[in-house]
Nanobody, 119 residues
């Protein structure tokens, strides 16, 4: 059973920083591309950043220059460093990953972690 668990969310003032973690556990052979998504109240979900297994990254225009995605393949963990946070960054952040296990490749989601930016 493969699981993704996010952590690191919380309440922070505008201009502050948070680091989110997305840790994968279970029977894992390898982890491919991982993405961080966020969803504020409403139907729209936004792709914030992605990182491939070899470390290539992409960012949404709204976070470029402020957020940094990274990964530690030895720890099966992906991070999202968020700096210069703004109130509009408030959302539930979830990670998504394509994970290879013995006998299958699946797409997995974490449960989400709340990030609130407010003074």
């Amino acid at each position: 059973q493969v699981q993704l668990v996010e952590s690191g969310g919380g309440l922070v003032q505008p201009g502050g920083s948070l680091r989110l973690s997305c840790a994968a556990s279970g029977s894992i052979s390898s982890i491919g591309t991982v993405g961080w998504y966020r969803q504020a109240p409403g139907p729209q979900r936004e792709l914030v950043a992605t990182i491939t297994r070899d470390g290539s990254t992409k960012y949404a225009a709204s976070v470029k220059g402020r957020f940094t995605i990274s990964r530690d393949n030895a720890k099966n963990t992906v991070y999202l460093q968020m700096n210069s946070l703004k109130p509009e960054d408030t959302a539930v952040y979830r990670c998504n990953a394509f994970i290879k296990s013995p006998g299958r490749i699946g797409e997995y989601w974490g449960q989400g972690t709340q990030v609130s930016v407010s003074s």
